[in-house]
């Protein structure tokens, strides 16, 4: 077994040398101090040095000394393998105390930036570490060390850290040896997982996490009880020499969340490697890359609103091993939640809710862009009019009654999947994505070719599908033949198996694009460009070998077409190849709001209503559903998912109705007669309140009914009602989760959340202690609208007054903290047109809001909603006055808002 120190840090802790008396270092060496080894004295480290057989540490206030015997020396003195232990600025020694024969490892570490406020920092952050000293290997003592005889260079003391001695392994060298089991990948993470969680939750970062500090050591022997324990296995953190603020900027582009997300795929394809394991627990492996992949989405509250959850999931994937390897195809009702990690089409299909209030405008025969908040189900839409999602699951659709999935040939091109972030480096250099704009398009339509001839190919081997497409090889003949005429270059390969001609050519373009990548990275020539109008004669021909394709049109499901995957200047080269009109194929597009450019490369910009139809399930989903389809359709939607895991329990029985607040006017009354005194109350409960929360956020629904069955302990035989109250903190937390997280949006979040807040408590304040309406209900006043007198959008508007103020508020509605509705024509004339935003319906309970608007704050003009945005502690201010009950000061007094969980 190899030994690896622990104590590759520089956090103090008080020592018995001398803790009392804390004094510069570079007061006693002197004020020229080194700050990192020389690579001369790297290379005498490095090649097993003579060490002395003794260390010697004197305290900082130099009044005693404390001596060490040094271990693994041989018969010359040397220390081999010493360069397994240095660090950039400083190496570690294993040593032994001769008095009490503990072992301890001894880091001399370079003195340069170890002054006095470093040190005293250091004190503080080892000691917001004890509570957690399992997790860590934290320094016992501090002192200084003459440097080693013979080392070059070295004319100064060395700072030297004392620290506990662990005999184990790093991470890293068990990642070399490809052995590792999924418990053992699982107790880890975990481990790492908890060991971030806690250094987040005392304002600290490790700031240098990697497998390398990482130590895996067993139980000392003297503490094994049972056999077992001798094979039982420690986990902790080592090396905290880059331990900081967590405020504390840095210029490391990884931080601890990241650093924790590469351990993951470290461990990942070390499981990976050992092919036992991975071919044995398939599944497993599969929950395990969706696991990570949760982790990196840009907007990780779509799947872990509470951090908690992460933890959460690490246990449910440990615990199922067992339980899937017995049942591999057992699907868990919430592991799902985002469509691009549901595995098989099958399952998709039991779980798409056709009902969707859109769907009938989304499956029109015309291009459109779909948008919306993020994990509104654009993605299990398109996928969903994938003919290749339907192929061999005509049960499924029979049963359902659905309609013929062939009616139509759609095929899915993901932008996350397929495209990746393969072209986004281009743009990152102005004028370089236009200097490459024939590759790019050729690159784009190799793999839209690829994923049509995947299609046709899989169609064809299906005996249902095929007798409504007709599909055979003499048209395929045509289709390789018609492609390759396009190329000086040879681009079918030979074929030694009887697989399907089209589909090894669809192989064979995809070699071709990879071929492509390579020549854009090396910035070298390529001669084989595609012409923007290779898919309209691709489709064409189609349709000339077909008879299917003389009646219908290929239909391209672009799905994730938004900047933040495919930029702007990539986007303007594509969107000519995208809504080129022809009469033999069309792109539906969906991207996050705002996500798309509608110009192109040659400056001229796309119509929208000529060149396509955008549809907002956001906006769709506030101005279109009444309170009954919404009911249904968050009952249905988790129904299927019930059924699909075999799960005993159904949503009208375990979350059941909202009564006696079913009826919105009931609930804001209620916390208007309720909200402020004392008691602890549920009024967010049932599916009413559900299907009111829907802005078009499918996934935000999924995440609070997730956490509804974990704090009402639902398992798969559950039938009884989740109580209340559960229900009721299970949708305030998911709430202030959303609303927490605002603060850490990019790159307005500070001030996003400022403009939340003030209008959240406002309209709060307005609900609870404002004037009734006429109706005697109290005012929900959830949606700010303004008259303009010009049809411009408000963002431009905006940006006239400062550019600034246009992103600022294009952001608030890209990150779907408001919804934009489309604008409507204004009650004060037909030359004018009235701009409505409406609050994301999740932000209601973290205010302790009802979850239906009945009427809207009045913003006068352009310049009061600039108010709103840049000053919205006064523009809340002047809503609470028009509103107000009283006269005078006394107008709001009082406690307005309590912690809803009370």
Same mark, same amino acid.
């Given at each position: 077994m190899q030994v690896r120190p622990t104590c590759a840090g520089r956090t103090v802790v008080g020592m018995a040398i001398a803790t009392s008396a804390m004094v510069d270092v570079a007061q006693i060496i002197g004020n020229k101090t080194m700050d990192a080894l020389s690579e001369v004295q790297r290379n005498w480290i490095d090649g097993a040095p003579i060490i002395p057989a003794t260390l010697t540490v004197r305290a900082l206030d130099g009044q005693s000394t404390h001596t060490y015997e040094v271990l693994d020396r041989d018969a010359e003195g040397r220390v081999h393998g010493l360069h397994k232990r240095r660090g950039w600025?400083?190496?570690?020694?294993?040593?032994?105390?001769?008095?009490?024969?503990e072992e301890f490892a001894a880091k001399l570490a370079v003195p340069g930036d170890y002054k006095q406020p470093r040190l005293e920092q250091e004190l503080l952050y080892t000691s917001k570490l004890r509570p957690a000293k399992s997790l860590f290997v934290c320094p016992m003592s501090v002192g200084l060390s003459a440097p080693p005889p013979g080392m070059p260079d070295a004319e100064e003391d060395f700072v030297c850290f004392i620290a506990p001695w662990v005999t184990g392994r790093t991470l890293e060298q068990y990642l070399q040896e490809d052995s590792l089991e999924i418990d053992f990948v699982c107790s880890v993470a975990m481990q790492v997982l908890r060991a971030i969680t806690y250094l987040k939750r005392v304002e600290l970062k490790h700031d240098d996490l990697h497998v390398g500090n990482v130590m895996i050591s067993q139980v000392p022997a003297e503490l094994a009880l049972l056999a077992d324990d001798e094979h039982r296995l420690e986990v902790s953190i080592i090396d905290l020499g880059s331990l900081k603020p967590s405020n504390q900027t840095t210029s490391k582009s990884r931080d601890d969340k990241i650093c924790f997300v590469q351990i993951l795929v470290e461990l990942y394809n070390g499981l990976h490697r050992n092919r036992r394991v991975a071919s044995s627990h398939p599944h497993f492996m599969r929950r395990f890359l969706q696991f990570i992949e949760k982790l990196v989405d840009e907007d990780q509250a779509r799947h872990f609103p509470i951090e908690n959850q992460i933890a959460q999931e690490l246990q449910v994937l440990q615990r199922e091993l067992e339980e899937v390897e017995i049942d591999e195809s057992k699907f868990q009702p919430f592991e799902a939640i985002s469509a691009e990690h549901l595995a098989d089409d099958a399952t998709l299909l039991e779980l798409f809710v056709e009902t969707l209030p859109w769907m009938q405008d989304i499956q029109e025969r015309k291009p459109i862009v779909l948008t919306g908040p993020r994990g509104c189900g654009k993605s299990m839409i398109f996928r969903?009019?994938?003919?290749?999602?339907?192929?061999?699951?005509?049960? *499924?659709?029979?049963?359902?009654?659905?309609?013929?999935?062939f009616d139509s040939f759609g095929v899915y091109i993901s932008c996350a999947a397929h495209l990746q972030n393969n072209l986004s480096w281009l743009a990152r250099k102005e004028g370089r994505a236009e200097q490459r704009a024939h590759e790019i398009a050729t690159y784009f339509q190799l793999i839209v070719a690829r994923e049509l001839l995947k299609?046709?190919?899989?169609?064809?081997?299906?005996?249902?599908?095929?007798?409504?497409?007709?599909?055979d090889e003499a048209g395929f003949d045509n289709i390789v033949a018609l492609i390759s005429s396009y190329f000086s270059r040879p681009v079918e390969s030979a074929r030694l198996t009887n697989r399907s001609r089209i589909l090894h050519f669809a192989d064979d373009l995809d070699a071709l694009r990879v071929q492509l990548h390579g020549t854009l990275l090396r910035d070298g020539e390529w001669n084989d460009h595609l012409p923007d109008t290779f898919l309209a004669d691709l489709t064409g021909?189609?349709?000339?070998?077909?008879?299917?394709?003389?009646?219908?049109?290929?239909?391209?499901l672009l799905d994730d077409y938004s900047s933040n995957r495919v930029?702007?200047?990539? *986007?303007?080269?594509?969107?000519?190849?995208?809504?080129?009109?022809?009469?033999?194929h069309y792109f539906k597009i969906s991207c996050e709001k705002f996500g798309f450019d509608p110009g192109d490369i040659d400056g001229v910009t796309l119509e929208e209503t000529r060149e396509f139809t955008t549809i907002d399930a956001g906006s769709r989903a506030l101005a279109d559903v009444d309170d009954h389809a919404a009911k249904r359709f968050v009952t249905n939607l988790i129904d299927r998912r019930l059924s699909r895991a075999g799960w005993a329990g159904r949503a009208e029985k375990l979350i059941g109705s909202s009564e006696p607040y079913a009826d919105d006017v009931q609930l804001a009354s209620y916390i208007r007669e309720h909200g402020s005194t004392q008691g602890r109350r549920y009024y967010y409960h049932g599916l009413h309140a559900l299907g009111r929360l829907w802005s078009g956020d499918t996934a935000t629904v999924l995440q609070i009914v997730r956490e509804m069955f974990v704090k009402g302990s639902v398992q798969r035989d559950t039938t009884a009602p989740i109580t209340k109250a559960a229900q009721h903190e299970a949708i305030v937390s998911i709430s202030k989760a959303f609303k927490e997280r605002v603060d850490g949006l990019h790159p307005f979040g500070a001030l996003m959340a400022k403009i939340l807040g003030q209008y959240g408590a406002a309209v709060r304040d307005v609900m609870v202690k404002g004037r009734l309406n006429s109706a005697k209900e109290p005012y929900r006043l959830y949606r700010l609208e303004m008259t303009k007198d010009e049809p411009r959008s408000t963002i431009a508007l905006l940006r006239d007054l400062d550019p600034e103020l246009g992103s600022l508020a294009r952001e608030l509605l890209r990150r779907a903290i408001f919804i934009e509705l489309q604008d409507s024509r204004a009650k004060e004339g037909l030359s004018k047109q009235t701009m409505r935003w409406e609050l994301r319906r999740i932000f209601n309970p973290a205010f302790g809001l009802s979850l239906k608007r009945d009427s809207y704050l009045g913003v006068r003009d352009i310049e009061e909603l600039q108010t709103f945005l840049t000053a919205p502690e006064r523009f809340a201010d002047r809503a609470r006055m028009s509103y107000a009950t009283k006269s005078g000061a006394d107008r709001f007094s009082g406690e307005l808002f309590e912690d809803t969980d009370d």
């Open positions: 600025k400083g190496f570690v020694l294993r040593v032994r105390d001769p008095a009490t024969h969903y009019l994938a003919v290749r999602t339907h192929l061999g699951l005509r049960a *499924q659709n029979a049963e359902r009654g659905r309609a013929s999935p299609s046709l190919g899989m169609a064809y081997a299906d005996s249902v599908a095929n007798r409504a497409f007709r599909l021909k189609l349709g000339s070998v077909f008879p299917y394709f003389k009646r219908h049109q290929v239909v391209f930029q702007e200047e990539i *986007q303007r080269i594509l969107n000519k190849i995208i809504f080129e009109r022809v009469p033999t």
